[in-house]
């Protein structure tokens, strides 16, 4: 059966092309945005589907066209055969019948899809009323403050304990009051139509922020773990879920030289102890939505990076190529750049500036 794509329909329902080449972009979705500025609608060419965080208009190809053309669904397919001057063949031979089947998986079933990422805004917004539901707990209340925060930061911060229970009650009041679930990562549908909330290892939940202090996402370094400490709150591969994202997070106003080091935890503490402009990466592998920070500090003045990872973290095989490709990122944004090192008997910046502070040395 010959396939047919969202591409191919673009032209015949008049929706905007892709910009330069992108198989994955937002235009404005037809059920809910008011006005061109507004674009809740995600069209995603690589899986062909489309789908609206905001108001669940969602589906795949023949249900977009018969959508804008007011095209009855059922015959949609024979229309478009004829419109696209294509012919169902015969048999084929196997390797097109193998890739037919891979993508029959990836075939929209409308409940199933994820939702794409909303808007920073709407992000902030339901992560920061969120977070405000929720307490801190006491073990992670003087974990904190024994790394140098004070108890006044910590509130700021919004830090608080990835709760154990009690998930979909905490979803149910945030959508009565208001706020959007959908293409949050870490919220999702249960098979009951409700929303509920990704159940993560207990731990501390850190907001990863943009330049103005916005909520990106939230990792959680989570308790008693050796691997894999910090996680994204996170709804991959749930029904209405969503994918996180491998959040920049930066904290302090650009200066001529801004810290560049790995976890938005770490940078939180080292601003708070030195007053230093920091940037944190999750981490040197993970370097996806660091270019947009360089930019924002870049037309802000910052003309150096100092990076400061773990002393014991650059030995690591694993991460070396990612340091490659971050001082060729660097370099390429014309910043200076060097190293920090400092007393190894401290593994981390972070530890050590507490460390000076509680000697009276910084
Ligand atoms: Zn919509």
Not at 233 to 239: A, D, E, I, M, Q
Request: glycine share 10%; with cysteine.
């Amino acid at each position: 059966m010959v396939e047919i794509h969202i591409t191919d329909i673009i032209p015949l329902i008049g929706i905007p092309d892709p910009p330069n080449g992108r198989r994955n972009y937002n235009i404005p979705c037809p059920c809910c945005d008011n006005g061109p500025r507004e674009k809740h609608l995600n069209i995603n060419l690589s899986k062909d589907v489309f789908c609206c965080p905001r108001c669940h208009f969602s589906g795949g190809v023949f249900d977009l066209y018969a959508f804008y053309t007011g095209t009855d669904r059922v015959g949609v397919r024979e229309v478009l055969m004829e419109r696209l001057g294509l012919k169902d063949s015969g048999p084929q031979y196997e390797g097109s019948k193998k890739k037919r089947e891979k993508r029959t998986i990836t075939r929209p079933i409308l409940q199933d899809i994820e939702l794409p990422l909303t808007d920073i805004d709407t992000r902030h917004e339901t992560y920061s009323a969120f977070l405000s539901k929720l307490s801190l707990a006491s073990d992670h209340r003087q974990n904190l403050l024994s790394r140098g925060f004070s108890e006044e930061e910590i509130q700021i911060k919004g830090y608080k304990t990835m709760p154990v229970a009690g998930f979909s009650a905490i979803a149910k009041q945030l959508q009565s009051e208001g706020f959007y679930l959908g293409g949050v990562p870490g919220f999702y549908h249960t098979a009951d139509g409700s929303w509920t909330l990704t159940q993560e290892k207990r731990g501390i939940l850190v907001p990863a922020r943009t330049p103005d202090g916005k909520i990106q996402g939230i990792q959680v370094r989570r308790d008693n773990v050796k691997k894999g400490k910090f996680r994204w709150l996170s709804s991959v591969g749930k029904p209405d879920g969503c994918k996180a994202e491998t959040w920049t997070h930066i904290v302090g106003n650009p200066t001529p030289t801004v810290l560049l080091t790995e976890g938005p935890m770490k940078a939180d503490i080292i601003h708070y102890i030195t007053g230093q402009t920091v940037i944190a990466v999750p981490g040197v592998n993970s370097l996806n939505h660091l270019q947009d920070i360089l930019n924002h500090v870049r037309a802000h003045g910052t003309t150096k990076i100092m990076t400061c990872f773990d002393m014991d973290y650059l030995k690591n095989p694993h991460v070396k190529d990612g340091y490659h490709n971050l001082a060729a990122m660097l370099a390429k944004s014309e910043f200076a750049y060097g190293t920090y090192i400092w007393d190894p008997q401290y593994k981390g910046l972070d530890d050590y500036v507490w460390h000076c502070r509680q000697e009276g040395t910084l």
